[in-house]
């Protein structure tokens, strides 16, 4: 059974940092792609970041390029989300995916975690 753990949401001020992590268990991950989607109240679930579970290929939304960074470790079948200077309209549920295809579609991601909150105070 395939598992995505979303962790580390929680309550920070704007211009901080959070680092959410995705654990990933019941298959092997190497071939397939890795996103982090996000959905604030009262709007569609939105891409946010893709990474290769091998490394490399990464793909970020315009809205989060240059402050949050996606990576993985393949010891710890972990998917990463480093997120700095975090604004206000950051706030949403965070979502860890795995597709097989290179795209930032939601629907193309076959496999989700439940989802950790984040909410970023002015």
């Known amino acids: 059974q395939v598992q995505l753990v979303e962790s580390g949401g929680g309550l920070v001020q704007a211009g901080g940092s959070l680092r959410l992590s995705c654990a990933a268990s019941?298959?092997?991950?190497?071939?397939?792609?890795m996103g982090w989607f996000r959905q604030a109240p009262g709007k569609e679930r939105e891409f946010i970041a893709r990474?290769?579970?091998?490394?490399?290929?990464?793909y970020y939304a315009s809205s989060v390029k240059g402050r949050f960074t996606i990576s993985t470790d393949n010891a710890k079948n972990t998917v990463y989300l480093q997120m700095n200077s975090l604004k206000p309209e950051d706030t949403a549920v965070y979502y860890c995916?795995?597709?097989?295809?290179?795209?930032?579609?939601?629907?193309?991601?076959?496999?989700w975690g439940q989802g950790t909150q984040v909410t970023v105070s002015s």
């Open positions: 995916a795995a597709t097989k295809m290179m795209t930032v579609t939601t629907t193309a991601y076959n496999y």
């Open positions: 990474i290769r579970w091998s490394g490399g290929s990464t």
């Open positions: 019941g298959r092997t991950f190497s071939s397939y792609i």
